[in-house]
């Protein structure tokens, strides 16, 4: 299974960015996906994620109405629609696979992992 995050970069604040999480190794339409953030010394923290066994999402509180994920199964690939971005949001992006994500609830950890994409925002 191989989870390829793209689509970071440096953005001011209030600009949008979109990430995309590539999937390989295993059906999309059959599995959770989520993104998790780290910032610089600080833990990792879950942002959202997108569930295929109720098709619900969850957001945490911080990006609520300003971030958004969508799934292509057919091209087995997830997004990370960020918009109204704050330099807070500056952080490593990771997408991961097999995850908790149900009920709008999202798990703290997840099976598989990508290398993640560097988001940077900043005047």
């Known amino acids: 299974v191989q989870l390829q995050a793209s689509g970071g970069g440096l953005v001011q604040p209030g600009g949008s960015l979109r990430l995309s999480c590539a999937i390989s190794g295993l059906a999309l339409e059959k599995n959770n996906i989520g993104w998790f953030r780290q910032a610089p010394g600080k833990q990792r923290e879950r942002v959202s994620c997108t569930s295929s066994d109720d098709g619900s999402a969850y957001y945490a509180d911080s990006v609520k109405g300003r971030f958004a994920i969508s799934r292509d199964n057919a091209k087995n690939t997830v997004y990370l629609q960020m918009s109204s971005l704050k330099p807070e949001d500056t952080a490593v992006y990771y997408c991961?696979?097999?995850?908790?994500?149900?009920?709008?609830?999202?798990?703290?950890?997840?099976?598989?992992w990508g290398q993640g994409t560097v988001v940077t925002v900043s005047s």
């Open positions: 991961a696979a097999d995850l908790v994500c149900v009920l709008g609830v999202m798990g703290q950890g997840s099976h598989y």
